[in-house]
Nanobody
Framework: QVQVVESGGGLVQAGGSLRLSCAASGSFFSINTMGWYRQAPGKQRELVATITSGITNYADSVKGRFTISRDNAKNTVYLQMNSLKPEDTAAYYC?????????????WGQGTQVTVSS
């Protein structure tokens, strides 16, 4: 089993910055992709950013403002969010794809709330 724990959410004014962290722990052989998704009230969960073997992928809406990074030694992924906008307000979820006994499993964190005031 794998535990995924996020931290770093909060309330910030438009134009401000926040940094989210997500740590994976438990029993697994390796981690493949780590990423961040978000879900605003009444909307579907959407991809924010992912990182796989150093290759990053971003949603168009956050390109140039958000940066995803990863510390493989700590099994931790970060999301630096700059120039935040009210439309970035959502619950942010960490996703971890971990490999165990040859099978790739998907794990989610409990979510951390980001609220951007105008």
């Amino acid at each position: 089993q794998v535990q995924v724990v996020e931290s770093g959410g909060g309330l910030v004014q438009a134009g401000g910055s926040l940094r989210l962290s997500c740590a994976a722990s438990g029993s697994f052989f390796s981690i493949n992709t780590m990423g961040w998704y978000r879900q605003a009230p009444g909307k579907q969960r959407e991809l924010v950013a992912t990182i796989t073997s150093g290759i990053t992928n971003y949603a168009d809406s956050v390109k140039g403002r958000f940066t995803i990074s990863r510390d493989n030694a700590k099994n931790t992924v970060y999301l630096q969010m700059n120039s935040l906008k009210p439309e970035d307000t959502a619950a942010y979820y960490c996703n971890v794809q971990a490999r165990s006994f040859g099978t790739l499993y998907n794990y989610w964190g409990q979510g951390t709330q980001v609220t951007v005031s105008s």
